[in-house]
């Protein structure tokens, strides 16, 4: 695992938001600070909610520019500056590893079933199995984790690593 330091649960929407847009709406990344803070606040594909304003959506993003996360990108004639991640380039992954990456991030733990139907939106995961491959690959490299079922459930979690919770 690259050393990363843990991130906090805004970095972590952040950089799950600037994964989903780029696999999502390609025509609309890298996103703007104001595409960047609608994002982390919507209300869907998220949990939990957070309403986050633009200073500190900032402050995120420099901070994981600083961990080589994510950089600033300045357009020749454009207005307004725009964030991109480097998850791809600085933790070493895949397009579907990305997928899986950022539904974590975005939302937390889940079981494979929400997860792998969740990450398929951005790219595709065949069946359970393409989805263990995937998670087998995020948890040796120290990005992915499973946890034991919930109560009254006999499917395990898998939960993001790189966060402050999970540490």
């Known amino acids: 695992m690259k050393d990363i330091p843990a991130l906090d649960a805004l970095e972590a929407r952040v950089l799950g938001v600037l994964i989903e847009k780029e696999l999502t709406t390609p025509e609309q990344y890298p996103l703007s600070l104001n595409a960047l803070v609608v994002g982390c606040s919507q209300k869907s594909n998220r949990h939990p909610f957070m309403e986050v304003g633009e200073s500190e959506t900032l402050s995120a993003c420099e901070r994981l520019r600083l961990m080589q996360l994510a950089g600033l990108v300045k357009e020749a004639g454009a207005r307004v500056e725009r964030w991109r991640h480097n998850a791809r380039e600085t933790l070493d992954l895949l397009t579907p590893e990305l997928a899986v990456l ?3 991030l975005m939302r937390g733990a889940q079981q494979p079933g929400e997860l792998r139907t969740r990450a398929s939106r951005m790219a595709p995961i065949e069946s ?27 499917a395990a979690l898998i939960a993001p690593a790189l966060t402050e919770s999970a540490a």
């Not at 359970?128 to 006999?154: C, F, Q, T």
């Open 102 to 104: 950022a539904e974590l």
């Open 128 to 154: 359970l199995e393409r989805l263990d491959e995937i998670l087998a690959a995020l948890e040796k490299r120290g990005y992915a984790r499973r946890l034991p079922p919930p109560p009254g459930s006999r």
